[in-house]
C-alpha cells in the first residue's frame, strides 16, 4: 500500500516540500527517453545558446580593439560589428528551437504521466480511495505535474545551460586574465552566499503570502456560500471581525515579503556593482601598466557577469530540481501501486449463459483498516437465479459488505463466494462485474449529457434501446422535456436534475446494462413520498427476470421479497418471508414493529 497522502488541509505545505535527493527525476528521464528527437535537438539547441551567450563577449573583445582603436578603419568596424550580428542570430534563433523543444517534452511528458496514474488508479480497488482521499489525488493530478512540467520544460533547461555557461565562462576567464579569473573565484561566493540565504527567506515569504491570499479566498467562498445562515442567526459582526483578521494577517505577511525583497535588493546591488566595480579597478590598473588591452577588460567584465549569474541562478534551479524531485516521488507511488484485487494468471471463464446464481459459503471478512473486528462472519448464502433476497438489519451489521464481496471490491479471509458455481478468486473480476448491475443509494451521475450518463454501463447501446430503457424507469417524461433532449448537459453529478430523476436515470442505466444479477443498495432511501413510488414501479420492472439482492432499511421496499435476511453483527440471525419473519417475533418483527407504528401515527 502506499503512504497515504497528507491531509488537505496539509497538501499546500506538501506540494512545495522538496526531496532530498534527485533520485526521483529518474521517472521523468525514462519518460522523456521516449522522445530522443526532441531530446537531441533540445541539447543541441542549448549547447548552441550557450557557446554563443560565451561567443558575446569575444566579440566585445574584438569590437573594443578593433573598432574603437585610433586608426580604426570602416571595414574592421563593420566585421566586427556583423560577427557580433551573426552570433545574436544565431543565440536567438537556437533559443527558439530550445523553448520549442523542452516546452513540448514538459507537456509531453506531464501528458504521459498524467494517463499513465490515471490508468494504473483505475485498476485499484475502491478500498484504495477510502484510505486515500481522492481531493488528495487529484492535487497530485494536477498541482505536481504541473510542478513537473515546470521543471522538465523550464528549470532542467535553466540547470544545464547555466552549467555549460558557468563552466565555459570560467574556462574563458582564465583565458583572458588568469590573475583577475581567481581574484573573481573568490568574490563570487561571497556574491552568491547572501543573495541565496535572502532568496530563501524570500521564498518562504513569498509561499506563507500565498497562502494567506488564499486563506482570504476560502473565507470568503465559505461565508458567501452560508450567507442565508450567517444572516439568519445575525452573525454578520462576528462574521465581518473574523474576515478583518484574515485580511490583517495577509498584510502582515506580504509586510514581511516586502521588507525581505528592500533588504535583500539593497544587498544584490551593492554586492554585484561593487564587484564589477573593484574588477573594473583592477582592469584599469592593468590597462595602465599595459598588460591587458581595453577589449580584455571588457570582455572579462560581460563574461564575468554572465558566470556570476549562472553560477547564481543554479544554486535556486537546484532547490527547484528537488521540489520536482519531491513532486515525482509523490506521484509515482500512485504510478507503482498495486491492485489488491487482480485477474489470476489463468483465470476460470464464467458459463454462458449466465444463469445469475450466488452463493457465499461461510465466509469470514475484515476491512484493512479494521483487523480485529469482523465484517462478517461465518455467513452463508445461496441466491438462487430469478430470486429477490432483501438483506435488513441495523446500521453496521455487514449489509454493504456483502455487495463488496459480490463484486468482488475485496477477497474474504475465510470461505468462498461463488457465481454460476465459479469462485471468484478464480474468475476475472472485470466479467464477474459485467453480470451485476448497482442502483446505489445515491446515484452518481458524471458531468456528461444524458445520453453518455444513460448508457454508461452499455456504451453501445442506441438511442432506441436507450428510450426503451427510461421508459421502463419512468424516466422517460422529464428526458424529453430536457432542452436538448438525450443531448443535455446534466450538469457536475445531475445537478440539474432532482434527486428523484437522478435515480430513475441510475436504475434506466442499469435496465441497459442487461446483466443477470441486480444489486439494489438502498436504492429509494432518500426520496419523497411521490419518487419512492415511482421510483419503486421502475425498479418493479427492473427486478423482473434477474437474480435480485436488495439493501433496505425501509421495511416497506422489500415486503415482497421471496426472502428476507436478517443480519446483526456480521452474521445472519433470521431468513424467511416478511409474514414468517413478523410472526416469529425477533430482530425483523421488533424492526417492522417500529417502522410500521410510526408509519402509522405519521399517518394520522
Known amino acids: 500500500m502506499a503512504r497515504r497522502p497528507t491531509s488537505t488541509s496539509a497538501a499546500p505545505a506538501d506540494e512545495d516540500k522538496p526531496a532530498r535527493s534527485l533520485g526521483p527525476l529518474a521517472m521523468i528521464w525514462r519518460l522523456g527517453a521516449n522522445y530522443p528527437r526532441q531530446v537531441t535537438l533540445a541539447l543541441l539547441a542549448l549547447l548552441t545558446t550557450s557557446s554563443a551567450t560565451i561567443a558575446i563577449p569575444m566579440r566585445f ?11 580604426a578603419r570602416v571595414d574592421d568596424i563593420a566585421h566586427a560589428f556583423e560577427g557580433l550580428l551573426a552570433i545574436v542570430l544565431v543565440l536567438g534563433a537556437a533559443t527558439a528551437v530550445r523553448f520549442y523543444c523542452v516546452s513540448w517534452l514538459g507537456e509531453r511528458v506531464v501528458a504521459d504521466l498524467r494517463e499513465k496514474v490515471q490508468a494504473n488508479l483505475l485498476r485499484l480497488p475502491p478500498s484504495f480511495f477510502e484510505a486515500n482521499s481522492p481531493k488528495e489525488i487529484s492535487s497530485r493530478m494536477t498541482s505536481d505535474t504541473s510542478l ?63 497562502d494567506r491570499i488564499a486563506d482570504v479566498g476560502a473565507k470568503v467562498a465559505e ?10 442567526f445575525n452573525q454578520e459582526a462576528r462574521e465581518a471581525g473574523r474576515f478583518a483578521e484574515v485580511v490583517e494577517q495577509t498584510f502582515a505577511a506580504a509586510r514581511r515579503r516586502i521588507a525581505i525583497r528592500a533588504v535583500m535588493t539593497a544587498t544584490v546591488m551593492v554586492l554585484v556593482f561593487g564587484s564589477i566595480t573593484l574588477l573594473l579597478w583592477q582592469g ?13 577588460i571588457a570582455a572579462f567584465v560581460v563574461t564575468a557577469g554572465l558566470v ?58 475484515r476491512y484493512p483498516a479494521r483487523p480485529d473486528l469482523p465484517a462478517i462472519m461465518d455467513f452463508s448464502l445461496s441466491v438462487e437465479p430469478g430470486e ?98 438525450l443531448d443535455t448537459f446534466l450538469g457536475e453529478n445531475g445537478s440539474r436534475l432532482s434527486g428523484g430523476q437522478r435515480q430513475r436515470v441510475a436504475i434506466a442505466r442499469a435496465l ?8 439494489l443498495d438502498e436504492a429509494t432511501s432518500a426520496l419523497d413520498a411521490e419518487s419512492e413510488r415511482l421510483v419503486q414501479d421502475a425498479l418493479d420492472r427492473l427486478m423482473a427476470s434477474r437474480t435480485t439482492l436488495v439493501i433496505a432499511h425501509r421495511l416497506a421496499t422489500v415486503r415482497q421479497a421471496d426472502r428476507i435476511v436478517v443480519m446483526d453483527g456480521g452474521r445472519i440471525v433470521e431468513d424467511g418471508t416478511h409474514e414468517a419473519l413478523s410472526r416469529a417475533g425477533g430482530l425483523y418483527a421488533r424492526l417492522a414493529a417500529l417502522q410500521f407504528d410510526d408509519r402509522a401515527v405519521a399517518a394520522q
Open 61 to 71: 573583445k574584438a569590437i573594443v580593439d578593433q573598432a574603437f582603436g585610433t586608426g
Open 148 to 210: 513537473i512540467e515546470v521543471v522538465v520544460g523550464t528549470t532542467v533547461s535553466i540547470a544545464l545551460r547555466n552549467a555549460i555557461t558557468g563552466i565555459g565562462g570560467t574556462i574563458y576567464l582564465f583565458f583572458l586574465a588568469p590573475r583577475l579569473t581567481l581574484e573573481l573565484l573568490v568574490v563570487i561566493p561571497l556574491v552568491i552566499v547572501p543573495i541565496a540565504t535572502f532568496g530563501r527567506r524570500l521564498k518562504s515569504a513569498s509561499r506563507t503570502s500565498q
Open 223 to 232: 461565508v458567501l456560500g452560508a450567507m442565508r445562515v450567517v444572516q439568519s
Open 284 to 296: 584599469a590598473l592593468g590597462v595602465a601598466r599595459g598588460t591587458i588591452s581595453g577589449g580584455t
Open 308 to 365: 556570476a549569474g549562472a553560477f547564481g541562478a543554479l544554486t535556486e534551479v537546484y532547490g527547484e530540481l528537488l521540489r520536482g524531485a519531491g513532486a515525482a516521488s509523490r506521484l509515482n507511488e500512485l504510478l507503482n501501486e498495486k491492485p489488491a484485487i487482480a485477474p489470476p494468471a489463468r483465470p476460470m471463464a464464467l458459463p454462458a449463459p449466465p444463469r445469475g446464481r450466488i452463493a457465499f459459503e461461510k465466509v469470514t471478512f
Open 388 to 485: 429477490t433476497v432483501a438483506i435488513v438489519g441495523p446500521s453496521g451489521a455487514g449489509k454493504s459488505t456483502v455487495f463488496q464481496l459480490a463484486q468482488r471490491f475485496y477477497d474474504p479471509q475465510a470461505g468462498t463466494i461463488k457465481l454460476d458455481g465459479v469462485p471468484l478468486a478464480s474468475a476475472d473480476p472485470a466479467e464477474i462485474r459485467n453480470r451485476m448491475a448497482l442502483v446505489p443509494q445515491e446515484a452518481v451521475l458524471f458531468a456528461a449529457n444524458a445520453r453518455d450518463n444513460l448508457r454508461y454501463g452499455n456504451w453501445e447501446a442506441s438511442d432506441e434501446a436507450i428510450w426503451e430503457a427510461a421508459r421502463a424507469a419512468n424516466a422517460e417524461a422529464f428526458l424529453r422535456e430536457l432542452p436538448e433532449g
Open 512 to 519: 441497459l446494462r442487461q446483466a443477470p444479477i441486480l444489486l
